[in-house]
Nanobody, 119 residues
Framework: QVRLVESGGGLVQAGGSLSLSCAAS????????LGWFRRAPGKEREFVGA????????YYSESAEGRFTISRDIAKNTLYLRMINLKPEDTAVYFC????????????WGQGTQVTVSS
């Protein structure tokens, strides 16, 4: 059974930093891409960024570019999202997800972790 478990969310002041983790288990992800999404209150789910599990470029949304960094530790089967210079509009539930490299839709999703940025 595939599991994606996010952690690291919390309350942070504007301008602060936060790192999220996503522990992945249940299968090998060598032919997958893993990504981060977020859903702000009252808004649609939004793509944050994604990375191929083994090798390849990292993609970011316009709002994440320059402030967020996605990385992964293959040995630990863990995906990370490092966020700096956080803004109140970054407040959202952050999810990690996985899709096959040859697929468009994400197949597996975590339960999410809340990030709240106070002004």
């Amino acid at each position: 059974q595939v599991r994606l478990v996010e952690s690291g969310g919390g309350l942070v002041q504007a301008g602060g930093s936060l790192s999220l983790s996503c522990a992945a288990s249940g299968r090998t992800f060598s032919d997958y891409a893993l990504g981060w999404f977020r859903r702000a209150p009252g808004k649609e789910r939004e793509f944050v960024g994604a990375i191929a599990w083994i090798e390849g470029p990292t993609y970011y949304s316009e709002s994440a570019e320059g402030r967020f960094t996605i990385s992964r530790d293959i040995a630990k089967n863990t995906l990370y999202l490092r966020m700096i210079n956080l803004k109140p509009e970054d407040t959202a539930v952050y999810f990690c997800a996985a899709r096959r490299l040859d697929a468009v839709e994400y197949e597996y999703w975590g339960q999410g972790t809340q990030v709240t940025v106070s002004s």
